[in-house]
T-cell receptor
Framework: GAGVSQSPRYKVAKRGQDVALRCDPI?????LFWYQQALGQGPEFLTYFQNEAQLDKSGLPSDRFFAERPEGSVSTLKIQRTQQEDSAVYLC?????????????FGPGTRLTVT | GQQVMQIPQYQHVQEGEDFTTYCNSSTTLSNIQWYKQRPGGHPVFLIQLVKSGEVKKQKRLTFQFGEAKKNSSLHITATQTTDVGTYFCAGRYAGGTSYGKLTFGQGTILTVHP
């Protein structure tokens, strides 16, 4: 594929609503990462998948956040009962190899605004 | 927790001046990557450093990894307006169970005045 794609690009949710953010990684990329980027900050790690296995979810801020990658390709980040502090850009990245030794290709992000 | 500190937060230069951003970790890193994010864009990979004391160059950009693998720098010679953006370092910590996790610095926002 051309690159990492994410949808939707923008999402406005009322506080308390559930949202689902989708990531289509580059075809064949084994690793997939989710990051949260607040305005003026660096991306903050949320979770890491190697194929369909979620090997690290240490960055998920609460049990309202859930990510899956059931077939080892497309991934979904779900946020339940959204709060205002969840407002941020959610970035997905994929890489060819495993672990953190490979170049990460980032998608354009989903900007989530919780009102 | 494990943090990567990056300074300065902002840097304004005249076109043609040099620019440097620094990253520092209190804990040894196994590798460090550098990314550039243009305004309104997403991070784009620039380079990876793995070895102690490693120096890599890409045209006007010079990247260094410290001997102790706790700090790194990016130096741009003779900046151009196309260099505008935010530069991030991202480190992976040796050992532990965070196998895939990269910890990003806060970034340095570079503006270049023509």
């Amino acid at each position: 594929g051309a690159g990492v794609s994410q949808s939707p690009r923008y999402k406005v949710a009322k506080r308390g609503q559930d949202v689902a953010l989708r990531c289509d990684p580059i075809s064949g990329h084994v690793s997939l990462f989710w990051y949260q980027q607040a305005l003026g900050q660096g991306p903050e790690f949320l979770t890491y998948f190697q194929n369909e296995a979620q090997l690290d979810k240490s960055g998920l801020p609460s049990d309202r956040f859930f990510a899956e990658r059931p077939e080892g390709s497309v991934s979904t980040l779900k946020i339940q009962r959204t709060q205002q502090e969840d407002s941020a850009v959610y970035l997905c990245a994929s890489s060819q190899g495993t672990g953190g030794f490979y170049e990460q290709y980032f998608g354009p992000g989903t900007r989530l605004t919780v009102t | 927790g494990q943090q990567v500190m990056q300074i300065p937060q902002y840097q304004h230069v005249q076109e043609g001046e040099d620019f440097t951003t620094y990253c520092n970790s209190s804990t040894t890193l196994s590798n460090i990557q550098w990314y550039k994010q243009r305004p309104g864009g997403h991070p784009v990979f620039l380079i990876q450093l793995v070895k102690s004391g490693e120096v890599k160059k890409q045209k006007r950009l010079t990247f260094q990894f410290g001997e102790a693998k706790k700090n790194s720098s990016l130096h741009i010679t003779a900046t151009q307006t196309t260099d505008v953006g935010t530069y991030f370092c991202a480190g992976r910590y040796a050992g532990g169970t965070s196998y895939g996790k990269l910890t990003f610095g806060q970034g340095t926002i570079l503006t270049v005045h023509p």
